[in-house]
C-alpha cells in the first residue's frame, strides 16, 4: 500500500488543485523562507547547468539572456519614445 506524504512535504506538481490554497497557506514567507527559497533555487540551476562534467554555454547563456530580457522590460519607455521619433 502507498504511503501517504503530508501535505506540507509535498512538492508543487504534485499537490492537487483543490489542495493548493491550503498547501500555500503552510509555506514559509518570513524573509528567512523566501531567502532559502532563493538559496535553494541557485543551488538546483548551479548544479543542474554550471557544475556539470562536461559543460556547455547553456547555463551561462540561459542568465545572460535573463539580464538582457529584465533590462529590455526595465528601459522599454524609453526605447519605446526613441522608436517613434524621427531623425530626417
Known amino acids: 500500500m502507498a504511503s501517504v506524504v503530508p501535505l506540507k512535504e509535498k512538492k508543487l506538481m504534485d499537490v ?43 547555463g551561462i547563456s540561459m542568465v545572460l539572456a535573463a539580464y538582457v530580457l529584465f533590462n529590455y522590460c526595465r528601459c522599454y ?3 519605446k519614445h526613441e522608436r517613434l521619433r524621427k531623425y530626417h
Open 16 to 58: 492537487k488543485l483543490g489542495e493548493l490554497p491550503s498547501w500555500i497557506l503552510m509555506r514559509d514567507f518570513t524573509p528567512k523562507g523566501i531567502a532559502g527559497a532563493f538559496r535553494r533555487g541557485y543551488y538546483r540551476y548551479y548544479n543542474k547547468y554550471v557544475n556539470v562534467k562536461k559543460g556547455g554555454v547553456a
Open 77 to 79: 519607455k524609453e526605447l
